[in-house]
């Protein structure tokens, strides 16, 4: 067997104990070429069949696979009889786009959400607030490099808000209150005259209102931008920044850490402004993106 055929193996049932054991992966989705694909298997219908007839649940098991180039998180879902979000939250996914054909999964025999303790994310903060009335089981299982505290929901689903956050990006509104005075699109330049793309959004807010990050990310640059004055800018996951100008104030520093909805600063009319406003923008790998396209309708 060879060393990158080894991955860790977890069983963990009501008992208090707790086995980590080596274990040679999934190497084949065929049930007639690898018994251990078979075997997660037959322990994922026992789990269901026990689940409808109200038994208590088998053990659950932990293994790992690596994808094939061709695989998508829907396809694997399917293939392990498991839902997309009992795979996502165990691997630590918080986007379909952050699924990586390269990165090896751990596959569970049991359906249901995988919530690390550890970690610094507002979509995993989102979803374990919206379990709080749910039973769970604690469990420590290898992730990242690292034993980790994870609370295992058995059978449950993504909320329907959380799920559509994960299948597309969506961003949390950047001001409490969203009233656009200039769009993105194509305008007369308020200075030049000259008609070209205004690559953000502008919203009215008078100076010291709150500016909050938009999502999760690590702080890009702060200072003066050009036109902009004051400004922040934010790096996102899977090549996403957002821009804040003509701000007041800058509350954070740059390459700190930042969470969805976290008062990043305040905001102002520095820079080349015609009165106090917020401009607001979300690049994709550094092309703009049109802001109303991506920020949630609901706020936070």
């Not at 009215?204 to 990310?217: E, M, Q």
């Amino acid at each position: 067997m060879s060393v990158k055929a080894v991955c860790f193996l977890l069983i963990f049932s009501f008992f208090p104990f707790l086995l980590v054991a080596e274990y040679p992966e999934i190497q084949s989705t065929s049930a007639y070429k690898d018994p251990i694909f078979k075997q997660q298997q037959k322990e994922t219908e026992t789990w269901y069949l026990h689940n409808v007839r109200g038994l208590p649940p088998p053990p659950l098991t932990i293994y790992c696979y690596k994808p094939s180039p061709e695989d998508s998180l829907i396809q694997l879902a399917a293939t392990f009889n498991l839902t997309i979000d009992t795979i996502a939250t165990l691997n630590m996914l918080q986007n379909i786009n952050d699924f990586d054909p390269d990165r090896t999964l751990l596959i569970p025999s049991s359906p249901g959400l995988f919530i690390p303790q550890d970690h610094s994310s507002s979509w995993f903060d989102n979803l374990e607030k919206s379990l709080h009335n749910q039973d769970f089981q604690s469990i420590a299982l290898p992730l990242e490099k690292q034993l980790q505290n994870i609370h295992y929901y058995p059978g449950e689903y993504l909320p329907a808000d959380i799920r559509s956050r994960f299948v597309r990006h969506i961003f949390l509104p950047p001001l409490d209150k969203l009233y656009i005075t200039s769009p993105y699109g194509y305008r007369d330049h308020p200075f030049t005259g000259k008609w070209e793309l205004h690559i953000g959004t502008d919203y009215r807010a008078a100076i010291g209102t709150n500016v909050k990050s938009c999502g999760d990310g690590e702080i890009l640059f702060t200072g003066e931008l050009d036109d902009y004055g004051k400004s922040i800018i934010i790096q996102h996951r899977n090549g996403y920044t957002s821009t804040y100008g003509h701000l007041s104030s800058i509350l954070v520093r740059r390459g700190g850490d930042v969470l969805e909805g976290d008062i990043i600063g305040k905001s102002g009319n520095t820079g080349y402004s015609t009165g106090p406003h917020l401009h607001f923008e979300i690049r994709k790998n550094g092309l703009p993106q049109n802001p109303e396209n991506l920020l949630s309708k609901s706020g936070k």
